[in-house]
Nanobody, 120 residues
Framework: QVQLVESGGGLVQTGGSLRLSCAAS????????MGWFRQAPGREREFVAA????????SYADSVKGRFTISRDNAKNTMYLQMNSLKPEDTAVYYC?????????????WGQGTQVTVLS
């Protein structure tokens, strides 16, 4: 049973924007932390951003700070990733995840992923 579903990926030019969404089951969305990870071809999956249940605490990878914004709407059981000033190196499959804490190693539930391709 799929409990995390990403959407919003696509093709965009360098400097453009995309907004990813992650719809989750109530059980998953009630986990202490939600986050976004990404995996580019030939590379390990890497942490992008995390947010706690209340939305009052967020964290970001250095590579996306100032460009990406993570948020959530608990009434809709949905998390978002607003991505601005996109670069070709942001090209990857983006995964949403849920975890026990906001530490990257604590995420243990994963979505199927959505492809983001930034054209140079």
């Amino acid at each position: 049973q799929v409990q995390l579903v990403e959407s919003g990926g696509g093709l965009v030019q360098t400097g453009g924007s995309l907004r990813l969404s992650c719809a989750a089951s109530i059980l998953i969305f009630s986990r202490p932390a939600m986050g976004w990870f990404r995996q580019a071809p030939g590379r390990e999956r890497e942490f992008v951003a995390a947010i706690n249940w209340s939305g009052g605490s967020t964290s970001y990878a250095d590579s996306v700070k100032g460009r990406f914004t993570i948020s959530r709407d608990n009434a809709k059981n949905t998390m978002y990733l607003q991505m601005n000033s996109l670069k070709p190196e942001d090209t990857a499959v983006y995964y949403c995840a849920a975890g026990r804490t906001a530490m990257p190693a604590a995420f243990d539930s994963w979505g199927q992923g959505t492809q983001v391709t930034v054209l140079s």
